[in-house]
């Protein structure tokens, strides 16, 4: 039998190694983050301005940095990689233009010498960016003159300091902020405190301290709060500002496959490839709103998206994309939830990240820190929520923040009564545990029946409630196969949601349709390999900078990818996450090549589609460990 505590894969021994091969010794395991990366750009020497380069006019003329001769650059250039462009071959026309790295596909030479970009008749790039919030905006955001008042007024709201007047939509009910004679420490808090970065009154990890998780932990289990006591909460001095229920959008959570958020490695690219394998819910890699706030421009990027990510799947369900959103204080995350939702086209939901162990996240008082402070985290999703007219919200939690000290079940139960959370996701282990030994499903289990007891009746509330959905439960850690994703629905939850599992194994989301494990052979995994550099090039652009940038990320994903050992060297088929195999002989020369552990063989990879690397690249992965038990998340 396969024990899913041992770290060993259980290998065929036809497959496995000699004694004397395996007694090459393997590298000592490295781990945590590289945090000291240098990035090379691998810039053009005579950059052609962006304009010239797409055949249209620069509004700069003269003042222009970049060199407007298209012929110059052209003999300067270096030589072109191959002739099918993917873009120009996908969609007709290739926006890097005269940049392409793959021009002779789409260029051709006029009897004067000069060379002219070939376009097919009635040719649309048929990949549209979402949420990229205009820069007008971020820039008013960096010069604190973007109107926030809207934001401003629902932080006062949600403190509890003014009351919403009749044309604020309907006003709701939120019930009494005491929970089981827990008073939030910092609700006496003003609102100059909370709107002004500067003068906020600093509620980090020091004031949280005051919740200690002892205190937070009575009671824990005998806390039942019935859908009869929601409505018959007396009326507490805390108003909120909600929609209609008909009016603020209903997600279907139930059997969604969905990719779990993952900074770095979750960029559109990846996502895309996993919704073609499959996947049919996404997040943007988590954004902080303190730096949303500040206009910081490559923050901002996180947040976008990609028009394939809300498309009708090959399953046949519509694909949704929601936000995930770090913050600690009140008003930076409402500030940023009012930006998103005035300028976003799309967010199918918000999502409160309450998971990150990462030390930067947790001394902000972000991420998992928020498990310590859970009248915060819940005035946090009440006023996201109050902000983003017919945007849901969601939030992501971990079981608690000490291995020994599970407290997100009571938690479960205030967020359930006393905001209008769409969707809870529970990841299965503590902050402490990080990816230490298997996450606790008994305990997700726990949740999910809490959960479903909660739920019960919740249709028939009467309007005016602030709940006015069910609260769906997904349950995540440690998925690697359909058997693992059916056991966790079995669990009681509405969903299981795949991270590790869908980098090492991206086609993890066809298994689960297919019931059934497939073989990709070689050829197969090479393939998804090609189709996630045409992503790239789609997204990034097929000029130099975006080979450049598809080629460093590709790389992040063979530290995940390398890690998959084909189902059938496998003794009895049940592989998990946590188990590393030992040597084994790979059944074909190609297949050897992706396992290997070396960077350099997977800049070999990279270069089959996206030519030579230039000698100036450079690239740490960022997980030392080559990934699996040392991300964050
Ligand atoms: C490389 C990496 C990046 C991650 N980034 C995020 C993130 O940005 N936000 C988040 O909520 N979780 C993040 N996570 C955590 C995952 O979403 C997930 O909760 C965790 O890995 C457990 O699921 P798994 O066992 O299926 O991997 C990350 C995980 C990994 C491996």
């Known amino acids: 039998m396969s024990d899913p505590h041992s770290g060993v894969a259980p290998i065929r021994e036809e497959f496995l190694a000699k004694p004397e091969q395996a007694e090459r010794k393997r590298k000592p395991k490295e781990r945590g983050q590289n945090k000291k990366r240098s990035k090379v750009s691998v810039r053009e020497e005579n950059a052609l301005c962006p304009a010239i380069s797409v055949g249209k006019e620069c509004p700069?003329?003269?003042?222009?940095?970049?060199?407007?001769?298209?012929?110059?650059?052209?003999?300067?250039?270096?030589?072109?990689?191959?002739?099918?462009?993917?873009?120009?071959?996908?969609?007709?026309?290739?926006?890097?233009?005269?940049?392409?790295?793959?021009?002779?596909?789409?260029?051709?030479?006029?009897?004067?010498?000069?060379?002219?970009?070939?376009?097919?008749?009635?040719?649309?790039?048929?990949?549209?960016?979402?949420?990229?919030?205009?820069?007008?905006?971020?820039?008013?955001?960096?010069?604190?003159?973007?109107?926030?008042?809207?934001?401003e007024r629902m932080i006062s709201i949600v403190l509890g300091e003014e009351k919403p007047k009749s044309n604020d939509q309907n006003i709701q009910e939120s019930p009494k902020q005491e929970v089981n004679g827990t008073r939030d420490q910092n609700q006496d808090q003003t609102l100059a405190d909370n709107n002004d970065p500067k003068a906020v009154k600093e509620d980090g990890p020091e004031s949280q301290a005051t919740e200690t998780p002892q205190k937070q932990d009575e009671g824990e289990g005998n806390h039942k709060v019935t859908t009869d006591g929601i409505h018959k909460q007396s009326r507490s001095d805390v108003l909120l500002p909600t929609l209609r229920p008909q009016e603020k959008r209903r997600i279907d959570w139930k059997g969604r496959k969905i990719l779990a958020p993952l900074t770095t490695v979750g960029n559109p690219p990846f996502r895309r490839l996993c919704g073609s394998l499959g996947a049919d819910t996404f997040y943007t890699e988590m954004a902080m709103c303190q730096p949303l706030m500040q206009g910081h421009q490559p923050e901002w990027a996180l947040v976008r998206g990609i028009n394939t990510e809300r498309e009708i799947m090959p399953s046949g369900r519509k694909g949704i994309l929601g936000i995930q959103l770090a913050c600690s204080k009140l008003w930076q995350g409402v500030k940023t939830a009012q930006v998103i939702a005035e300028n976003?086209?799309?967010?199918?939901?918000?999502?409160?990240?309450?998971?990150?162990?990462?030390?930067?996240?947790?001394?902000?008082?972000?991420?998992?820190?928020?498990?310590?402070?859970?009248?915060?985290?819940?005035?946090?999703?009440?006023?996201?929520?109050?902000?983003?007219?017919?945007?849901?919200?969601?939030?992501?939690?971990?079981?608690?923040?000490?291995?020994d000290h599970p407290v997100v079940n009571k938690l479960l139960s205030r967020i359930h009564q006393e905001t209008n959370t769409s969707a809870a996701v529970l990841h299965g282990r503590s902050r402490q545990q990080r990816y230490s030994k298997l996450a606790n499903w008994e305990y997700v289990k726990d949740c999910a029946s809490n959960i479903r007891k909660l739920n019960e009746g919740i249709e028939d509330l009467p309007e005016g409630s602030l709940r006015t959905q069910p609260l769906a439960f997904i349950g995540n850690g440690d998925c690697y196969s359909w058997e693992d994703w059916y056991e966790g629905m079995d669990t009681g939850v509405d969903t299981t949601m795949i991270a590790r599992g869908a980098l090492v194994k991206p086609w993890i989301?066809?298994?689960?349709?297919?019931?059934?494990?497939?073989?990709?052979?070689?050829?197969?995994?090479?393939?998804?390999?090609?189709?996630?550099?045409?992503?790239?090039?789609?997204?990034?652009?097929?000029?130099?900078?975006?080979?450049?940038?598809?080629?460093?990320?590709?790389?992040e994903f063979m530290s995940f990818f390398h890690r998959y050992t084909p189902i059938a060297l496998f003794e009895v088929a049940r592989p998990r996450l946590n188990q590393r195999p030992p040597l084994y002989n790979a059944r074909d020369e190609m297949e050897g090549m992706l396992a290997s552990t070396n960077v350099n063989d997977w800049l070999k990879l990279s270069e089959r589609f996206l030519g030579p690397t230039p000698s100036r690249f450079n690239f740490t992965?960022?997980?030392?460990?080559?990934s699996i038990e040392e991300a964050e998340g």
Request: proline share 3%; charged share 25%; net charge neutral.
């Open 509 to 555: 989301f066809e298994e689960i349709d297919a019931r059934q494990y497939i073989d990709k052979s070689s050829t197969q995994r090479l393939e998804i390999l090609q189709e996630y550099c045409n992503n790239g090039l789609q997204y990034w652009g097929s000029d130099a900078q975006g080979i450049n940038t598809t080629r460093r990320f590709f790389l």
């Open 621 to 626: 992965p960022k997980h030392k460990s080559n």
């Open 344 to 403: 976003c086209d799309g967010a199918d939901f918000l999502d409160l990240n309450c998971g990150c162990p990462i030390d930067l996240v947790f001394r902000q008082g972000a991420g998992s820190s928020l498990l310590e402070s859970p009248s915060r985290l819940i005035r946090n999703l009440q006023g996201i929520d109050a902000i983003s007219g017919t945007i849901p919200t969601t939030v992501k939690l971990r079981t608690g923040n000490r291995e």
């Open 60 to 151: 700069f003329q003269s003042n222009c940095k970049f060199g407007h001769d298209v012929e110059v650059y052209l003999s300067q250039k270096e030589p072109d990689l191959g002739e099918k462009c993917v873009n120009f071959e996908t969609y007709g026309i290739c926006p890097a233009g005269y940049k392409c790295r793959w021009l002779s596909g789409h260029v051709k030479l006029n009897e004067d010498g000069k060379h002219e970009l070939v376009e097919k008749p009635d040719s649309k790039f048929g990949l549209t960016m979402l949420n990229a919030v205009d820069k007008n905006v971020q820039k008013k955001l960096r010069t604190k003159q973007l109107d926030l008042s809207k934001a």
